[in-house]
């Protein structure tokens, strides 16, 4: 299982970006998914997931009403469309998926299994 985030870049706040994931080696379809970030010198936190076959989605306090996940079956892509970028929003962002298929939204760290390599954001002010 593979996962292979892209997207990042540098933005200035009040803009977007809209961050890809795409995902190999298993059924897409069957598994939750998740965006996390990591900003330096803090801890990696939870951004947003969806629950298996695209069903419900949950989002972290800073991201609702600004952030979006979703995904094409099709292309065995998960996305995060940010809009309204703050710089506080800088960090780098991972998506993620669990070991074992059938699961809800999942937030915390422990849950996910396999991660991809991380895409820079960056916010400036």
């Known amino acids: 299982v593979q996962l292979q985030a892209s997207g990042g870049g540098l933005v200035q706040a009040g803009g977007s970006l809209r961050l890809s994931c795409a995902v190999t080696?298993?059924?897409?379809?069957?598994?939750?998914l998740g965006w996390f970030r990591q900003a330096p010198g803090k801890e990696r936190e939870f951004v947003a997931s969806l629950a298996y076959r695209g069903g419900n989605t949950l989002y972290a306090d800073s991201a609702k009403g600004r952030f979006t996940i979703s995904l094409d079956n099709a292309k065995n892509t998960v996305y995060l469309q940010m809009n309204m970028l703050k710089p506080e929003d800088t960090a780098v962002y991972y998506c993620?998926?669990?070991?074992?298929?059938?699961?809800?939204?999942?937030?915390?760290?422990?849950?996910?299994?396999?991660w991809g390599q991380g895409t820079q954001v960056t916010v400036s002010s």
């Open positions: 080696g298993r059924t897409f379809s069957s598994y939750a």
């Open positions: 993620a998926s669990p070991f074992f298929s059938g699961t809800g939204n999942l937030r915390e760290e422990r849950e996910y299994y396999f």
